[in-house]
Structure formats: C-alpha cells, structure tokens
C-alpha cells in the first residue's frame, strides 16, 4: 500500500485531549443573554467533532471563545495544556466564504496569514509549502491565477490552504461549505476529511446539516438554546474513511434520527 492510501486507512488516533473546555458560560451582560450554560468539551488529538443546533442556541460564540476572540464569563479554555487567553498561532479558522483578496494571486493569498504575521520575506520562503499544499487539495497548476478565476469550491479549497499554511494544531470549522451547491458541497466535506486524515489533524465543526456532521465527526455535540447548552455528546461509530454511500445504510440513517430527536423541536 502506498503512503497516501495507508493515511486514508488510518483510524483517528484517539488518544490525548487536546483541546478542553470545562464549564464554560458566557453571558452577554447588555442584552442579558445567556449564550452559553457550563459547556464541557474534551477535542482528542486527531478527531473530528462537530456541534449542531437551532440557530442562536450559541454555535458561534462557542467557536469563538475557543478560538480565543472572545472571552468566556466564567470556565476555563485549555488548548495544548495552557489557557487560550486570546488569538493564537496554533489555531486555524475557516469560515463560510473565502474572502479571497481579489488583487492576489492564489498563492499569495495562500501565504498571506504568513506576511502579516512574520513579513514578507517569511511568506517567500513558505511558497514552496504552499504549492505541496494546493496539490494537496488539488489545486495543483492554479498557483498563478486570481481569485475571480477560481470556482467557490476551489476558492474554499484555497482558504483551506490558507488555514493549513501556519499549521495549526486544531481546525475551527464554522459552516465552510454552507455556501456551495450540494453536490460541491458534498465533494468538499470528502475532501476535509482527506486532509484531516492526511495530516492528523484536530478538527472541530459548526454546522446546521445533520447528515454533513454525522458523516465527517466521531463525535457529534447536541446544543439546545436559551441558555445554550451541550444536550449530548453523541459517538459516530461508522468506519473511517467514510464514504457518500454511507449515507444510504440504515446505521446512518438512525444516527440521524437519534441527533433529531435531541434537537430542540422549534428547530424542526
Ligand atoms: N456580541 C453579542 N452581543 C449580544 N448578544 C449576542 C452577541 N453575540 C451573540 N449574541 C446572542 O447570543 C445568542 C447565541 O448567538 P450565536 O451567534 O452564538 O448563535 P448560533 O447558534 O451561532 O446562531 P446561528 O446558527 O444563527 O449562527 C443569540 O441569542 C445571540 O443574539
């Protein structure tokens, strides 16, 4: 078997708690609103989880306190064995759109978190990593080409390279595919999981589709709103690599129906 087909076959490590989340509350003292009620999470290194729940049930601000852009009111956030206290470079972020800028080239954009961080000579030197990266995601030969030229899904895969170039220890994932038509969108999530597998990556996903987060987690968190709040933290047992046929066995099916069911009826 080569390499790259025996990451693909390769089961998430499962073994250190990377990321930890204890009691974590926040309230947003102007508008008196409990966003968040004592959320517990524990991210083990090289897994991928995923949150679901009715909109405003606190997905977001979630992401946010773990990726360090706003503060919890009370708990605490350990990434790595100490506090995330505010942004940091072992954290990688994906949102819904691209935000490609249009005046760069693919791979200038690509190196750009690199340029506004360490200068520009340090983003030169990251050129030939970002190229190993767009072959990674199968961008290979679109180096050169600006960002009008490139289709949304290769322009996500793109900000995917962007994420990775700094390579950070966990993924935040808040709905980068949401924007893409479903077959794009189901190619895409196959492709995240690729990459994750491929780099033993520590991915954690906010997303509205049950079916798109029972595919890609091994776990799943059921959030419940006012307050929001982690309902259930649900295992997904099919095998890895997961494919889009998967979606048709009845395992599937009932783990839809499970996650479904938890979630907060107004939702439905
Ligand atoms: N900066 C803020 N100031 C005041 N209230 C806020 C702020 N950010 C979020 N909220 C409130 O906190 C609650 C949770 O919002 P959040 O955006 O986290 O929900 P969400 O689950 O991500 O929603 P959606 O799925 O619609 O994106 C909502 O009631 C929202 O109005």
């Keep these: ?64 306190i773990m990726a360090g852009l706003q503060s919890p009111s009370s708990g605490s956030v350990v990434l790595a064995g100490t506090p ?9 972020m994906m949102f819904q759109h691209a935000t490609l800028f249009p005046w760069r080239t693919t791979l200038e954009n690509i190196v750009l978190p690199i340029e506004i961080r360490d200068g520009k ?6 050129h030939e990593d970002a190229r190993r990266l767009l072959e990674l995601v199968g961008l290979k030969g ?31 994932l808040d709905e980068p595919f949401s924007a893409l038509d479903e077959l794009s969108r189901d190619f895409m999530n196959m492709e995240l999981q690729r990459i994750c597998m ?4 520590t991915a954690f996903l906010v997303t509205h589709s ?7 987690s091994d776990t799943v968190y059921v959030m419940r709103p006012r307050p929001g709040r982690v309902v259930e933290e649900v295992p997904i047992d099919l095998p890895r690599p997961r494919t889009l046929d998967m979606i048709t066995t009845p395992r599937f099916g009932a783990l839809v129906e499970h996650i479904r069911s938890r979630l907060d009826k107004e939702a439905l």
């Design 1 to 64: 078997m080569n390499t790259a087909a025996a990451a693909l076959t390769k089961l998430p490590s499962h073994r250190d708690v990377v990321y930890e989340l204890r009691s974590v509350s926040k309230t947003f003292a102007l508008r008196r609103i409990q966003a968040l009620d004592k959320v517990d999470l524990r991210l083990e290194r090289g897994s991928f989880s995923s949150v679901i729940g009715s909109s405003g049930c606190g997905k977001s601000t979630l992401l946010k």
């Design 84 to 92: 995330v206290m505010g942004t940091r470079r072992d954290i990688g």
């Design 121 to 126: 000579h340090a983003a030169r030197a990251k």
């Design 142 to 172: 679109f180096e050169n080409v600006y960002p009008n030229e490139l289709s949304g899904g290769m322009a996500q895969r793109a900000a995917i390279c962007r994420m990775l170039i700094t390579e950070p220890e966990v993924l935040l």
């Design 198 to 201: 491929a780099r033993e990556a």
């Design 210 to 216: 049950i079916p798109e987060a029972v595919i890609l």
